[in-house]
């Protein structure tokens, strides 16, 4: 099993997790046979992953509010989120991202991956966002949009 480390950064960033057990809930919602025990590797790279989080990421996340464009795309994206019926599949979720962005005319599509990472992650880049939604959960994902949606993401300098 392959979880790139720069998700597990993310999903160290989003869930404020302080311990490799907080990580290791994502992760086993991805892969219910996975385990410390299991994938030692895996379970390594997570407290690398907490450790790079705190020391040199944390100290330099800047969230950001969304432009009203960024706001209804982000909307929209929550209130896709809360309709999905179907598997949390990383690939279907990362085209219905996608189909997002184009419906709400970002060009070039990579500006409405950036407003996600900037707005949601409070950094310049970041993971596929489906596979992202998809280890992280849809209904956190959506808990996060709303936060950030509502102000409690920003960076304190940014919210003035």
Do not use: C
Not at 84 to 109: N, R, T, Y
């Amino acid at each position: 099993m392959v979880v790139p480390f720069q998700m597990l950064l993310n999903l160290a960033s989003v869930a404020g997790a302080s311990g490799k057990e907080g990580l290791w809930g994502f992760i086993r919602r991805y892969a219910p046979e996975a385990s410390p025990e299991t994938h030692p590797g895996l379970d390594k790279a997570a407290g690398f992953a907490l450790r790079y989080f705190k020391d040199f990421v944390a100290p330099t996340r800047e969230f950001r509010a969304p432009s009203d464009v960024e706001r209804r795309a982000m909307e929209d994206l929550a209130g896709r989120l809360a309709a999905w019926d179907q598997p949390a599949d990383a690939e279907a979720l990362q085209s219905m991202v996608f189909a997002i962005g184009k419906e709400h005319g970002f060009e070039p599509l990579r500006d409405w991956f950036s407003a996600l990472y900037q707005v949601l992650l409070g950094a310049n880049q970041g993971p596929r966002f489906g596979g992202f939604i998809a280890l992280y959960g849809i209904e956190e994902t959506r808990g996060l949009i709303e936060r950030a949606l509502a102000g409690e993401l920003l960076t304190p300098a940014s919210s003035s």
